[in-house]
């Protein structure tokens, strides 16, 4: 049972930066994928990036392509989130998720595993 654990959310000003960032409990396999979703208060989650553990393929939602960017470190087990620009909409909890599959996935179903969630709120 793999276990992730989200950091670094807090209270941003709009147009300021965050990162956070997502442990796995153990070693995941290359053929895996970790993404990002969010969901706000009285909306559904929805997805935000995945990248893929072997070479690093990314991909993002259209809301924050350009402001967001997914990357990994193997050696940690840790996946990251750059948020850059943040916006008042971009308020949410932000869950850290694991598919143990091979192919890229972007629906909530898709993902196996999943984080506690950090909350990230965007000051206007």
């Known amino acids: 049972q793999v276990q992730l654990v989200e950091s670094g959310g807090g209270l941003v000003q709009r147009g300021g930066s965050l990162r956070l960032s997502c442990a796995a409990s153990?070693?995941?396999?290359?053929?895996?994928?970790m993404g990002w979703f969010r969901q706000a208060p009285g909306k559904e989650r929805e997805f935000v990036a995945t990248i893929d553990w072997s070479v690093g393929s990314t991909y993002y939602a259209d809301s924050v392509k350009g402001r967001f960017t997914c990357s990994k470190d193997n050696a940690k087990n840790t996946v990251y989130l750059e948020m850059n620009g943040l916006k008042a909409e971009d308020t949410a909890v932000y869950y850290c998720a694991a598919r143990p599959r091979w192919r890229v996935g972007m629906a909530v179903k898709d993902y196996d595993y999943w984080g506690q969630g950090t909350q990230v709120t965007v000051s206007s």
């Open positions: 153990e070693r995941t396999f290359n053929t895996w994928h």
